[in-house]
């Protein structure tokens, strides 16, 4: 039930914020380790990780630590000038695969989706010249809000009300090669998919799909642009989700986790594209600051210790089996697990939503994909007992 304090702040919530979110019926105060408390003490464990955002936690020390100390030497400068905490991050992300020669940074993960279009726009005019210029994306997409990401992203509910968007687009079927055969040709510049889908269900590319789109992307002298916002930086139990599909991106957007909850986005790319951009083609005021990029060092150096991963694979194996059981115990009420890693979709026959709020009432955050998806991204730092206890408030919401 909520209390006074929490009643009187939805309600000045309502009278002066936008009302473009349907929250929580409660006030986040404060978090530590893997749970939130709300305004009235009730401990929750979060199962969704700010969305994605929150890998390792809260109240995390080398995180606050490279708070307090770069926000005391510098914020904020623009990038007309260069800062060494952006060098150092753009250096530990393009050396962590073979894909990449260089970084650009932004602010959010819609911003690095918005670059990666003008990047492959750009790439195609400087070597095939004007035409090329069409983006093929998948059903079940989304890449963010604003209208060039808002164009790719297959869902209605997110294209309708702002249409027209940008014109120049296809989709074909998710992990369906001959869809995407029957879209392809010259005039496509891109072809821009999520190895592991978030708002579209949790569903994860097959490898032998991946490796078809690859080959079309070539045939037809098209990019390929892996979307990495949701499930790249550990969240599949590799650094990134691609290398468990044996395929290579030429652009590949990363942000959620990578500053630790600090707004950020970068798109890496290899340096085929890198050279087709030239200054003045695409810039930002406050995307890669000091503040965002030291952060984001930290975090990235934590979270791709092979030690860290090798935590966050063990998990995502004993969740895996967890869930198998769940299912098996609910076999009436659980269609279908996807997902991989730590970002997971369990399909029920019924409303997500419902079991989402259910969960909140036992003390648990999940989110939902689509209607019947309930959609789990807990922190990278979870251990075994917090999945055991996850799945209790669960079996509890089905319940309800």
Not at 148 to 166: D, L, N, Q, S
Not at 250 to 257: F, Q, S, Y
Not at 342 to 370: C, D, F, N, P
């Amino acid at each position: 039930m909520t209390g006074e304090r929490a009643a009187e702040l939805i309600q000045a919530d309502h009278q002066y914020l936008l009302q473009s979110y349907v929250r929580a019926d409660f006030v986040i105060e404060r978090g530590e380790g893997v749970y939130l408390y709300d305004s009235e003490g009730r401990r929750y464990l979060d199962f969704v990780a700010g969305i994605a955002v929150n890998a390792l936690g809260y109240g995390d020390r080398d995180v606050l630590k490279a708070i307090n100390d770069q926000a005391e030497r510098l914020i904020h400068v623009s990038n007309l000038y260069h800062t060494q905490p952006a060098i150092e991050l753009a250096k530990l992300l393009v050396q962590s695969s073979p894909a990449f020669a260089k970084a650009f940074f932004c602010n959010s993960g819609a911003e690095a989706i918005e670059g990666a279009i003008k990047f492959s726009r750009r790439y195609a005019r400087a070597h095939v010249g004007e035409g090329k210029t069409t983006i093929v994306a998948f059903d079940g997409s989304f890449h963010g809000r604003t209208m060039g990401a808002v164009a790719i992203t297959a869902r209605e509910k997110y294209r309708e009300p702002f249409m027209p968007v940008m014109p120049g687009v296809r989709f074909a079927r998710y992990n369906d090669l001959d869809s995407l055969a029957a879209v392809m040709g010259d005039d496509v510049c891109a072809v821009v998919v999520e190895p592991v889908q978030g708002e579209g269900g949790l569903r994860a590319a097959e490898p032998a799909f991946m490796q078809g789109v690859r080959e079309l992307c070539q045939r037809y002298g098209a990019l390929l642009i892996f979307d990495e916002i949701q499930c790249g930086v550990g969240r599949t139990g590799t650094l990134w989700a691609h290398e468990q599909l044996g395929v290579q991106p030429d652009i590949m957007t990363v942000a959620k986790p990578l500053a630790g909850g600090l707004p950020i986005g970068a798109v890496l790319m290899g340096q085929h594209v890198a050279d087709t951009i030239h200054p003045g083609d695409h810039g930002t005021t406050f995307g890669g600051n000091p503040l965002a990029t030291a952060v984001g060092t930290v975090v990235f150096r934590k979270i791709s210790d092979t030690a860290f991963l090798a935590h966050v694979q063990q998990v995502s194996n004993y969740l895996d089996e967890a869930l198998q059981d769940f299912a098996n115990e609910h076999a009436d009420q659980v269609l279908e697990l996807r997902g991989r890693g730590l970002m997971r979709g369990v399909r029920i026959a019924g409303s997500a939503s419902a079991v989402r709020e259910a969960a909140h009432r036992h003390g648990l955050l999940v989110a939902t994909a689509g209607e019947d998806v309930i959609r789990l991204l807990p922190p990278l730092i979870i251990e075994p007992q917090h999945v055991d206890e996850a799945l209790s408030g669960l079996r509890a919401a089905l319940r309800a």
